[in-house]
């Protein structure tokens, strides 16, 4: 079950390229009428790659979804192409869907997409996610 981020306002994120995790620093709604509201973390890790956009103050998030990897991979199959050929990255690209899908997949890699009612959204790639701090 993914932890739910429903009307959570985003106060910010975290990439931790080193120990490869992405964690999202929110308040629920409850939380924002408080006089020392308790931030949640939202704990990606993981991680093989992110791609946010829209990113702005203000956020309202309205969920974490995962998706299927092949399906992700072929929508995105162009703009992975592109970002390999220009700068080498993402690092597991070796060209095709099939072989990123075969690469990924041992790795337990998942697709989570960030979605918002305002603002802020886009895609994750780790191996699990968890709420921690």
Known sequence: MLPSVHDHR???????????EITLITLP???????????VATVFEGLEGHHFERV????????????????????HEREFSEGHRLVGAPSWWQGTVAAAEVHLGSCGTRVFEINSSYGFSGWILASSVHRGM
């Open 56 to 75: 702005s103050s203000g956020v309202i998030l309205s969920d974490i979804s995962e998706l299927p990897l092949l399906d992700f991979l072929k929508d």
């Open 29 to 39: 709604v409850a939380a924002r009428s408080q006089p020392e509201p308790e931030p």
């Open 10 to 20: 985003l106060i910010e994120y975290r990439v931790n390229l080193r120990d490869r």
